[in-house]
């Protein structure tokens, strides 16, 4: 079955510099979502989206932006990056919201150095 | 708030069981729990959902006090392939809990 697709899967930047992440959801999802996990840390909640229109908003920076596009895929653009945005960024997807199992995709390892 | 869950860190024999506590002070209408191995993504185990529906897992099992917004997740005969970091998460925007780490040791 398809899963979740990230991409890259490894991504080293400088301080400074700007970086997109992308996720393409299972096939006939409509919802994505975003979160972002430090080292030791649990993942936490950045923004997400349904049926292209942001559903719900978290602890995202406001250097960081996230569309949905209409081919249901999802990017992260983080600018002006800072050491402390080193973390792994996991995309997950869902058919419908709330109720709804919500599958996770590799994740895309952002290294800020 | 993030839901805190209980205990922080276990450590298992093969075979043993296992209960992991979620509290949450702010109401929840469903908790999701999620096992993650290190470095890897979370993998859904269970889902709850007010008025008691439940989808997971078929050998894994849990229970959700919508009242005391309270859930806990029961692992019987644990298995190696068992260890892992276990969150709760509750509601659609998935606010993790602080996680449980479990060993099993053979």
């Known amino acids: 079955a398809a899963g979740v697709i990230q991409s890259p899967r490894h991504l080293i930047k400088e301080k400074r510099e700007t970086a997109t992440l992308k996720c393409y959801p299972i096939?006939?999802?409509?919802?994505v979502y975003w979160y972002q996990q430090g080292p030791g840390q649990d993942p936490q909640f950045l923004i997400s989206?349904?049926?292209?229109?942001?559903?719900d908003k978290g602890s995202i920076p406001d250097r960081f932006s996230a569309q949905q596009f209409s081919d249901y895929h999802s990017e992260l653009n983080m600018s002006s990056l800072e050491l402390g945005d080193s973390a792994l960024y996991f995309c997950?997807?869902?058919?419908?919201?709330?109720?709804?199992?919500?599958?996770f995709g590799a994740g895309t390892r952002l290294s800020v150095l | 708030q993030q839901p805190v869950q209980s205990p922080q860190a276990v450590i298992l024999r093969e075979g043993e069981d296992a209960v992991i506590n979620c509290s949450s002070s702010?109401?929840?209408?469903?908790v999701h729990w999620y096992r993650q191995k290190h470095g890897e993504a979370p993998v859904f185990l269970m889902i709850?959902?007010?008025?008691?529906e439940q989808k997971g897992h078929e050998k894994i099992s849990a229970s959700f006090n919508e009242k005391k917004q309270q859930s806990s997740l029961y692992l019987t005969a644990s298995q190696l392939s068992y260890s892992g970091t276990y969150f709760c998460g509750g509601n659609e925007k998935l606010t993790f809990g602080t996680g449980t780490r479990l060993t099993i040791i053979p």
């Open positions: 997950a997807s869902s058919l419908g919201r709330s109720e709804n199992i919500q599958y």
């Open positions: 709850l959902l007010k008025g008691g």
């Open positions: 989206f349904y049926e292209k229109m942001q559903s």
């Open positions: 702010k109401a929840l209408y469903s």
């Open positions: 096939p006939r999802h409509d919802t």
